[in-house]
């Protein structure tokens, strides 16, 4: 105590001093320190929580993107497999078409050459017909007389037959 009278303080005044510091730290450390720190282990740990969040977003946006890939490539190979199912259908559509193509002319040709053979076989009749009239009208002259019509059918058959 002799301390404290030679520096000129007084016990009683040292004594509230020390009392006002105590309640003033009490106070500050229960209204100012304490929610501050709060706060700041609140900030802290939202702080840590973003970190996380973000690394799981990462990884999470990693794996999406494998999957879209994995999506990508599959869809691809489909593709390609539905384009080459497509060319082998219309392969096959266009073979099938030829095919019916090349049976209508061949059935076309057909008619056509039995259209033919009808008309050769009309003509033939035709110039035979002709030929006989002819044949007929050239003995006539020759003959100067008119046999009759039984005995010119006989001639014009065995004139036919001969040539």
Do not use: C, H
Not at 112 to 117: D, L, S
Request: glycine residues 2%; positive net charge.
């Amino acid at each position: 105590m002799g301390l404290i009278k030679v520096l000129g303080l007084d016990w009683k005044v040292l004594l509230a001093q020390f009392i006002n510091f105590a309640v003033l730290l009490f106070v500050l450390f229960k209204f100012a320190y304490k929610p501050m720190f709060k706060f700041l282990d609140d900030r802290k740990d939202k702080i840590e929580k973003g970190i996380e969040n973000a690394a799981r977003a990462e990884d999470r946006l990693k794996e999406i993107t494998e999957k879209e890939l994995e999506v990508l490539k599959k869809a691809k190979v489909e593709a390609v497999e539905i384009l080459n199912k497509a060319q082998l259908e219309a392969e096959e559509i266009r073979k099938r078409e030829l095919t019916k193509t090349r049976e209508e002319i061949g059935k076309i040709i057909n008619q056509e050459k039995e259209n033919m053979r009808q008309e050769k076989a009309e003509v033939l009749r035709d110039i035979k017909s002709e030929v006989s009239k002819l044949v007929i009208s050239s003995v006539e002259k020759v003959l100067e007389e008119k046999i009759d019509s039984k005995k010119d059918e006989e001639i014009i058959k065995k004139m036919i037959k001969d040539r």
